[in-house]
Nanobody, 114 residues
Framework: QVQLVESGGGLVQAGGSLRLSCAAS????????MAWHRQAPGKQRELIAR???????TYVDSVKGRFTISRDNAKNTVYLQMNSLKPEDTAVYYC????????WGKGTLVTVSS
């Protein structure tokens, strides 16, 4: 049974930073393709960052240069470092095992005030 638990969300002022964590059990993040998605109020969920088992990363244009996805294999945890936050980054952020399988956490809310 794969479980993903996100943490680190909260309220931050524009320009601030947050680091989200995704603790995995039942799956090794070092062998998986992992991703972060977000869903803003009234909008569809979107993929914003992905990391492969080889460490390659990709980002949606709106977060490039501001967000960084990484993982700690020893802790079996994936992170999303978010800098220079903007009000439009306000959303529920979800961790996802893209492969193998398709597993999701319950999400963590990030609110960026102007």
């Amino acid at each position: 049974q794969v479980q993903l638990v996100e943490s680190g969300g909260g309220l931050v002022q524009a320009g601030g930073s947050l680091r989200l964590s995704c603790a995995a059990s039942g799956s090794s993040v070092s062998l998986a393709v992992m991703a972060w998605h977000r869903q803003a109020p009234g909008k569809q969920r979107e993929l914003i960052a992905r990391i492969t088992s080889g460490g390659s990363t990709t980002y949606v244009d709106s977060v490039k240069g501001r967000f960084t996805i990484s993982r700690d294999n020893a802790k079996n945890t994936v992170y999303l470092q978010m800098n220079s936050l903007k009000p439009e980054d306000t959303a529920v952020y979800y961790c996802n095992v893209v492969w193998p399988g398709d597993y999701w956490g319950k999400g963590t809310l990030v609110t960026v005030s102007s």
